[in-house]
């Protein structure tokens, strides 16, 4: 965060969001909500309702540990995924957990969550009982298949939606098996299309002074990014669904093996392939009819990068990338593992990556990834860390309700937060 924007208005500053959000998919993008600077109020049961709080690893008395949750306890997911939000402990399965919900969306902007297909009509915070509370609310909802969902009965997590979604049978070598996505790829894009959606909610609802429901679908984004690789025309055209680690289309584009490791290029024009060939010693290849133009390239990709192979594992990555990229500007990279990139300097200057701290002990051995959007002149980020269940409970049932000591202790004493 540069000195301009740290001084600087929050994108989302005066939006409150309650964040009804478990496991992964509603909590990543209730943390981008507050990292742009909504005021997001993370509600859980009194005894935790975010599954995520079972995840290991875990941070206790001695450190980060594997060993089943203790008492102390607070599992990475949760210090990562609850940072800067607001926690606020209320059991909804109580009449009076479900009306404090209610005054509380009275005064608030948006309701997000992922619960499972029927919960929030069960628990009486769906959007149609809501929005005659606030007219203005906007509920985001992130689903696993659709709601209602488009294969009924058919459970949504990560990897079975990459299988259902067809990217699976693109990832992997066309000898081998269907392989999933190293991350949790539908997790992490759903989110990121409902915030999208929140917000132009939010922008819609500022002019027409009505909010709405806003749905998205794990199964639904990951589908349609696969379109536009035109996968369909590929495979009636004979081109195998899995090209392993290159891009056959594009080719010479994928990683390739060096003498001590492996390099990413990507040469996808006809100026940077001659420069592969003239790097190679064999600048006759871009006459070659095989190699000449993208088309046949693509074609004839397995020939074409085994014969890059073939040279650049003659050669260390430094050679290669000093031949390629630095004295002919062909894009070429190391493949960096996971965890040096995770130790990237750069990263953290710029907010990519921060270290993860815990609420009592500070700073923790663990990375977490901030919110890597840069605005101009608005502060983004994510600042303070994840907050103990139920620690907000005065603060935010006090301020935006009237409850005072007596009522949050009689409440408490019922189980109710």
């Known amino acids: 965060m540069t000195e301009q924007t740290a001084t600087a208005p929050r994108p989302l500053e005066g939006v409150r969001v309650l964040d009804l959000t478990v496991a992964l998919a509603g909590p990543y993008g209730t943390l981008l909500l507050a990292g742009l600077g909504a005021e997001v109020i993370k509600i859980e049961a009194p005894q935790g309702g975010d599954i995520a709080r079972f995840n290991p690893p875990f941070h206790g008395k001695d450190g980060i540990h594997f060993d089943a949750l203790e ?26 957990g479900r009306r404090i919900f209610h005054e509380l969306v009275k005064h608030a902007d948006v309701v997000f969550e992922n ?15 809501l929005r005659k509370i606030n007219p203005r609310i906007v509920y985001g909802s992130v689903t696993g298949l659709g709601r209602p969902s488009l294969y009924p009965g058919v459970k ?27 991350l949790p790829i539908s997790d992490l894009l759903a989110p ?6 929140v917000q132009a909610a939010l922008r819609q609802r500022d002019r027409t002074g009505k909010g709405q429901h806003v749905v998205v679908s794990m199964l639904e984004c990951l589908s349609s990014l696969l379109a536009f690789e035109h996968f369909d025309v590929f495979q009636r055209h004979g081109f195998p669904a899995r090209s392993g680690n290159y891009h056959n289309r594009l080719t010479p584009f994928g990683v390739y093996a060096t003498r001590d490791g492996h390099v990413s290029i990507a040469a996808a024009n006809d100026a940077w392939t001659r420069s592969i060939f003239e790097a190679m010693g064999r600048p006759e290849l871009i006459e070659d009819p095989r190699f000449a133009s993208r088309g046949p390239r693509a074609t004839n990709a397995d020939v074409l990068n085994r014969l890059i192979e073939d040279w650049t594992s003659q050669h260390s990555s430094e050679e290669v990338i000093r ?54 002149g608005s502060a983004v980020g994510l600042e303070r860390p994840a907050a103990l269940l139920g620690s907000d409970n005065a603060g935010v049932l006090g301020q935006l309700l009237g409850l005072d000591d007596a009522a949050l202790a009689e409440l408490k004493a019922r189980k109710v937060i």
Request: aromatic share 4%.
């Open 192 to 197: 990121l299309y409902a915030v999208i959606g």
């Open 323 to 376: 031949m390629l990229a630095t004295e002919r500007s062909v894009p070429c990279v190391p493949v960096r593992t996971a965890l040096e990139s995770l130790s990237d300097p750069a990263l953290f200057a710029a907010g990519t990556l921060q270290q993860l701290e815990h609420p009592v002990d500070g700073k923790i051995d663990a990375v977490g990834g901030g919110v890597p959007i840069h605005m101009s």
């Open 71 to 96: 008492d102390g306890d607070i599992s990475l997911s949760i210090l990562a995924r609850a940072r800067s939000k607001k926690s606020v402990s209320l059991d909804l399965k109580t009449d009076d």
């Open 156 to 182: 949504a997590m990560d990897i079975t939606v990459q299988a259902l979604s067809g990217a699976m049978d693109t990832t992997g070598y066309q000898d081998g098996p269907p392989m999933r996505f190293g």
């Open 115 to 129: 619960l499972s297909d029927g919960v929030v009509e069960r628990l009486g915070v769906d959007y149609e009982t």
